[in-house]
């Protein structure tokens, strides 16, 4: 998810809302260990970024306002095809080609109000635990790509 709201629509500290009032929720409640790659300290932050993307077992991407840093990590997983990565953008994000007609993307209510998130967490929740459950099944977003689909 981005670290910084460079649309003008969004107040400041909206992502790191998202992460611990939505996220972090709906994830733990998954099962999972949440952790965000926006951390203190003086490591190499694209280091612990790719790293991450690459060794987590599941990865959460917020497509939220289309950030390209997001977008480019989301193709670093995808193209791993590897381990699943659960999607969800806000529901006042606009729609994204390549992602929206070919993977399920969870769209969280933006207000992040106590009565949106008492919605939202139980859903992503289920989205994410859908994601996992499913790893093994469905046709990887590579292998349509790839067209290496086996009939």
Same mark, same amino acid.
């Given at each position: 998810? &981005?670290?910084?709201? /460079?649309?003008?629509?969004?107040? $400041?500290?909206?992502? /790191?809302?998202?992460?611990?009032?939505?996220?972090? &929720?709906?994830?733990?409640?998954?099962?999972?260990?949440?952790?965000?790659?926006?951390?203190?300290?003086?490591?190499?932050?694209? $280091?612990?970024?790719? *790293?991450?993307?690459?060794?987590?077992? #599941?990865?959460?991407?917020? #497509?939220?306002?289309?950030?390209? *840093?997001?977008?480019?990590?989301?193709?670093?997983?995808?193209?791993? %095809?590897? +381990?699943?990565?659960?999607?969800?953008? =806000?529901?006042?994000?606009?729609? #994204?080609?390549?992602?929206?007609?070919?993977?399920?993307?969870?769209?969280?209510? &933006?207000?992040?109000? /106590?009565?949106?998130?008492?919605?939202?967490? &139980? %859903?992503?929740?289920?989205?994410?635990?859908?994601?996992?459950? *499913? +790893?093994?099944? *469905?046709? =990887?977003?590579?292998?349509?790509? +790839?067209?290496?689909?086996?009939?």
């Amino acid at each position: 998810m &981005p670290f910084v709201e /460079k649309n003008p629509a969004r107040s $400041s500290g909206f992502f /790191k809302e998202v992460f611990h009032s939505l996220i972090s &929720p709906a994830g733990q409640a998954a099962g999972f260990d949440i952790e965000w790659a926006n951390q203190f300290g003086s490591d190499l932050i694209q $280091s612990t970024i790719i *790293n991450k993307i690459f060794d987590a077992d #599941l990865i959460i991407a917020d #497509l939220t306002d289309h950030n390209p *840093n997001v977008m480019f990590e989301l193709g670093l997983r995808v193209g791993d %095809n590897k +381990r699943p990565t659960a999607l969800i953008k =806000s529901k006042d994000t606009g729609r #994204l080609f390549d992602v929206d007609n070919m993977m399920r993307v969870y769209e969280y209510d &933006p207000a992040l109000w /106590k009565s949106t998130l008492e919605i939202d967490i &139980p %859903n992503l929740e289920q989205h994410i635990r859908a994601t996992w459950d *499913n +790893r093994t099944i *469905n046709v =990887s977003y590579v292998d349509i790509l +790839r067209k290496k689909i086996e009939t």
